[in-house]
């Protein structure tokens, strides 16, 4: 069973660029497809990105539109997530997720292995 822990969240202008981590323990990470996804205050938990298991496919969510890159480093078993161009709408807490075979890769309910979320804020 995999532990997930993000961190890299924090307050940023509009315009700002972030990286998110998550660091994974306790199981074979590269036998995880990562996936991102974040949740606004009364806002169900959108898909952001997910990245295959050796880190040649990678899926967006539409919103993204060129600004957002998942990428992991299965030799330190940690997942990112490089966040520019940010707007005060990507204020939300971000989670990664893991799963060994997702059904559905822009699907939350796909995902059984959840960190606790990192918050990113963005300012006007």
């Known amino acids: 069973q995999v532990q997930l822990v993000e961190s890299g969240g924090g307050l940023v202008q509009a315009g700002g660029s972030l990286r998110l981590s998550c660091a994974a323990s306790?199981?074979?990470?590269?036998?995880?497809?990562m996936g991102w996804f974040r949740q606004a205050p009364g806002n169900g938990r959108e898909f952001v990105a997910a990245i295959s298991w050796g880190g040649d496919r990678t899926l967006y969510g539409d919103f993204v539109k060129g600004r957002f890159t998942i990428s992991r480093d299965n030799a330190k078993n940690t997942a990112y997530l490089q966040v520019k161009s940010l707007k005060p709408e990507d204020t939300a807490v971000y989670y990664c997720?893991?799963?060994?075979?997702?059904?559905?890769?822009?699907?939350?309910?796909?995902?059984?292995?959840w960190g606790q979320g990192t918050q990113v804020t963005v300012s006007s």
């Open positions: 306790g199981g074979s990470f590269s036998s995880y497809y």
């Open positions: 997720a893991a799963d060994r075979d997702p059904v559905l890769y822009r699907s939350s309910l796909s995902y059984h292995y």
